[in-house]
């Protein structure tokens, strides 16, 4: 199926450092979402974007809808044990009348204590 | 509910049986979603609800693939003549509203063909 190419694809980090991923897309996209997913778990959301150039904070959690509207960036501030995880983008675009939200490949993150 | 919930959690079938897989999204959403995700992968898109209007079922891998949805109430997933292959998580979101609005997601129901 169709998926947006997120990077990197995994990343090992000490705690305490601060992480950053980011999500390419060919398309034009009106909404942005990041998601966690934990192990068995569903995907949890993380931070919404609605327009081009908004920079949204949830904690340590920053997110942009990047200017072109072809991608999105996530960034950790002083990462935390519990924020290993896989953490995904999702990007919606009115196409044809639906709005079916296209994931990305996912970052893979561990925390070193 | 106050979260979506879906059943049954673990599903083990033999190659060739039929399952249906359902979802009860989070009550007054219009909208809803499954995905599929295999081991180790990304979030497949596989269709969306949104109120009465047509379904957009642009990801169904194949015409063992069907899912209802009445009103804009529960969902159910049915996969025909399972395959090996159908083997994955299979996660169900709902939305307030269409047009790109946040996703919230069920635990998934995890599906394994024998």
């Known amino acids: 199926g169709q998926q947006l190419n997120q990077s990197p694809q995994s990343m090992f980090i000490q705690e305490g450092e601060d992480v950053s991923m980011n999500c390419t897309s060919s398309?034009?996209?009106?909404?942005w979402l990041w998601y966690k997913q934990d192990p068995g778990e569903g995907p949890v959301l993380l931070i919404a974007l609605y327009k081009a150039g908004e920079l949204t904070s949830n904690g340590r959690l920053t997110a942009q809808f990047g200017i072109t509207r072809k991608d999105s960036f996530l960034n950790i501030s002083a990462s935390i044990p519990s924020d290993v995880g896989i953490y995904f983008c999702?990007?919606?675009?009115?196409?044809?009348?639906?709005?079916?939200?296209?994931f990305g490949t996912g970052t893979r993150l561990k925390v070193l204590a | 509910g106050a979260g979506v919930s879906q059943s049954p959690s673990n599903k083990v079938t033999e190659k060739g049986k039929d399952v249906e897989l359902r979802c009860d999204p989070i009550s007054g959403h219009t909208a809803l979603y499954w995905y599929r995700q295999r081991l180790g992968q990304g979030l497949e898109f596989l269709i969306y609800?949104?109120?009465?209007?047509?379904?957009?079922k642009s990801g169904l891998p194949s015409d063992r693939f069907s899912a209802e949805r009445t009103g804009e109430s529960v969902s159910t997933l049915t996969i025909q003549r399972t395959q090996q292959e159908d083997s994955a998580v299979y996660l169900c979101?709902?939305?307030?509203?269409?047009?790109?609005?946040?996703?919230?997601f069920g635990e998934g129901s995890r599906l394994t063909v024998l």
């Open positions: 979101a709902s939305s307030l509203v269409g047009g790109g609005g946040e996703l919230f």
């Open positions: 999702a990007g919606s675009a009115t196409t044809s009348g639906t709005y079916k939200y296209i």
């Open positions: 609800f949104q109120g009465n209007s047509a379904p957009d």
């Open positions: 398309s034009i996209f009106n909404t």
